[in-house]
């Protein structure tokens, strides 16, 4: 039996749920997937017992207990270091860090606009004005990344920059966002990559009528 849980929502709408996965899968944790339906008041009153944000995901690996996707990641990194959830050298790693964070913390409008949704798939999409910056620092720190470490993932490897960015992949594939050859190249990357393929297959079997979650952007 698996000692640790992760309590996670949609896995079509929700981005960070997807986040905490992928990092639990690449420290390879032994855990239980706990869904949550967000829309089921009883499940939502559970959800309020367990972590006062009320956010996904929620990691309960033994004694410890974890929220917040940015918290996960470093929980696991110091409980699960031979995973190398971070890269070699210190740079490279303070690097790492700072665009893990900022994907964290930021990015509200094209979080807004582009909401998380692996089953749709539009030929084309007009982004929002508000939206355009944020879209254009994604491809500017993709750029910085590929070009300093040579890919194919943003740090040459798996890092927790790929799972925190693997769902604003995801958004550009959704809404058609055009992409230079090696930005597509990496996204393709991702998509291939086979915590990915594995996340999606699950997505793909969800009930299409599951709401989106304003919690999930």
Request: proline share 6%; hydrophobic share 40%.
């Given at each position: 039996m698996a000692k640790a849980t992760l309590t996670i929502s949609s896995k079509n709408y929700g981005a960070w749920s997807l986040r905490g996965w992928l990092l639990c899968r690449m420290a390879g944790l032994d855990f239980e997937e706990v869904p949550v339906d967000m829309d089921d008041p009883d499940h939502r009153q559970e959800l309020l017992l367990l972590s006062p944000s009320v956010l996904v995901p929620r990691l309960v690996d033994g004694e410890v207990t974890v929220w917040d996707t940015l918290a996960i990641a470093n929980y696991l990194n110091e409980e699960y270091p031979e995973a190398k959830l971070l890269p070699e050298g210190k740079a490279k790693r303070a690097h790492c860090r700072a665009v893990?964070?900022?994907?964290?913390?930021?990015?509200y409008n094209l979080r807004s606009a582009l909401p998380m949704n692996l089953k749709a798939q539009h030929k084309s999409f007009k982004i929002f004005s508000g939206a355009r910056p944020d879209v254009e620092r994604v491809k500017e720190i993709w750029s910085e990344c590929l070009d300093?470490?040579?890919?194919?993932f943003l740090f040459g490897r798996p890092t927790m920059a790929d799972a925190m960015w693997a769902p604003v992949c995801t958004r550009f594939r959704t809404y058609a966002v055009p992409l230079e050859p090696k930005l597509q190249a990496y996204c393709d990357t991702v998509f291939d990559w086979d915590l990915m393929k594995e996340w999606t297959e699950g997505a793909m079997a969800e009930p299409d009528e599951i709401v989106e979650l304003e919690v999930e952007f």
């Amino acid at each position: 039996m698996a000692k640790a849980t992760l309590t996670i929502s949609s896995k079509n709408y929700g981005a960070w749920s997807l986040r905490g996965w992928l990092l639990c899968r690449m420290a390879g944790l032994d855990f239980e997937e706990v869904p949550v339906d967000m829309d089921d008041p009883d499940h939502r009153q559970e959800l309020l017992l367990l972590s006062p944000s009320v956010l996904v995901p929620r990691l309960v690996d033994g004694e410890v207990t974890v929220w917040d996707t940015l918290a996960i990641a470093n929980y696991l990194n110091e409980e699960y270091p031979e995973a190398k959830l971070l890269p070699e050298g210190k740079a490279k790693r303070a690097h790492c860090r700072a665009v893990s964070g900022e994907i964290h913390s930021g990015f509200y409008n094209l979080r807004s606009a582009l909401p998380m949704n692996l089953k749709a798939q539009h030929k084309s999409f007009k982004i929002f004005s508000g939206a355009r910056p944020d879209v254009e620092r994604v491809k500017e720190i993709w750029s910085e990344c590929l070009d300093a470490y040579g890919g194919p993932f943003l740090f040459g490897r798996p890092t927790m920059a790929d799972a925190m960015w693997a769902p604003v992949c995801t958004r550009f594939r959704t809404y058609a966002v055009p992409l230079e050859p090696k930005l597509q190249a990496y996204c393709d990357t991702v998509f291939d990559w086979d915590l990915m393929k594995e996340w999606t297959e699950g997505a793909m079997a969800e009930p299409d009528e599951i709401v989106e979650l304003e919690v999930e952007f």
